[in-house]
T-cell receptor, first 113, second 116 residues
Framework: GENVEQHPSTLSVQEGDSAVIKCTYS??????FPWYKQELGKGPQLIID?????GEKKDQRIAVTLNKTAKHFSLHITETQPEDSAVYFC????????????FGGGTRLMVKP | GAVVSQHPSRVICKSGTSVKIECRSL??????MFWYRQFPKKSLMLMAT?????????EQGVEKDKFLINHASLTLSTLTVTSAHPEDSSFYIC????????????FGPGTRLTVL
C-alpha cells in the first residue's frame, strides 16, 4: 500500500518569511496529491492539490510542486501570516473514485508575529 | 461549493451507551464517504469507506460490530459507536468524495466524542 512521509513535524517561522513542507510517497501509481489545513478542533480543509500531469501549481501565496521521478511533493507558503498557523497534512492517492487518501503525519506551522 | 456537515459537533456520554454521528453532504450527492479517527496531535486514521446502498469496507483493526456505518442515502452516512468505552474517546471526522470535482474529498468539521 501507499506510505506518505512528511517533514518537518513542526515548523516555526517569522511573519513574512516563507515556509516549506515536504512529503514523499511510495506508490508510483499515485497521481493525486492534496494538501489540507487543519485548525484546532476543526476538520481538514483542502487548500491546494496537484495531479501528476503537472509539476507545479500556484494559488496566491500557496504553491505546490511535484517530482514524480523522485516521488516527492512540497507545499510552499510565501509571506506567511499569523493566520497561517495550523497543522498541515499532505496526502496521496490513485485518482479513481472510491480510492482512499493516505495522509502524512502532519506539520504544525507556527507563524510568529 | 462542496459542503459537508457533521452532527453533533461534540458529545459526552457514559460508558456502555451508543452514540450516533451523522455526516451529510449539503449541496451534492456523495456515492462514497469516508470515516476517520484522529487522536490528539496525530494524523487522520481511516476507519472505513462507506458506499451508498452497500456495506461499508472497514480498515484492518477496526471492529465493524463496534463502529456501525450506514450509508442509506446519497447525502447521509452515519457512524454509530456501540457500547462506548473511554478508549473510544476521540475526534471523528467524515469526508465525502465529489465526483464533479475530480473525486476530491471534502471534510466535515468533526465530532468530539468523550466517553466517561
Amino acid at each position: 500500500g501507499e506510505n506518505v512521509e512528511q517533514h518537518p513535524s513542526t515548523l516555526s517561522v517569522q511573519e513574512g518569511d516563507s515556509a516549506v513542507i515536504k512529503c514523499t510517497y511510495s506508490d508510483s501509481a499515485s497521481n493525486y496529491f492534496p494538501w489540507y489545513k487543519q485548525e484546532l478542533g476543526k476538520g481538514p480543509q483542502l487548500i491546494i492539490d496537484i495531479r501528476s500531469n503537472v509539476g507545479e501549481k500556484k494559488d496566491q501565496r500557496i504553491a505546490v510542486t511535484l517530482n514524480k521521478t523522485a516521488k516527492h511533493f512540497s507545499l510552499h507558503i510565501t509571506e506567511t501570516q499569523p493566520e497561517d498557523s495550523a497543522v498541515y497534512f499532505c496526502a496521496a492517492r490513485r485518482n479513481n473514485a472510491g480510492n482512499m487518501l493516505t495522509f502524512g503525519g502532519g506539520t504544525r506551522l507556527m507563524v510568529k508575529p | 461549493g462542496a459542503v459537508v456537515s457533521q452532527h453533533p459537533s461534540r458529545v459526552i456520554c457514559k460508558s456502555g451507551t451508543s452514540v450516533k454521528i451523522e455526516c451529510r453532504s449539503l449541496d451534492f450527492q456523495a456515492t462514497t464517504m469516508f470515516w476517520y479517527r484522529q487522536f490528539p496531535k496525530k494524523s487522520l486514521m481511516l476507519m472505513a469507506t462507506s458506499n451508498e446502498g452497500s456495506k461499508a469496507t472497514y480498515e484492518q483493526g477496526v471492529e465493524k460490530d463496534k463502529f456501525l456505518i450506514n450509508h442509506a442515502s446519497l447525502t447521509l452516512s452515519t457512524l454509530t459507536v456501540t457500547s462506548a468505552h473511554p478508549e473510544d474517546s476521540s475526534f471523528y471526522i467524515c469526508s465525502a468524495e465529489v465526483q464533479k470535482f475530480y473525486n476530491e474529498q471534502f471534510f466535515g468539521p468533526g465530532t468530539r466524542l468523550t466517553v466517561l
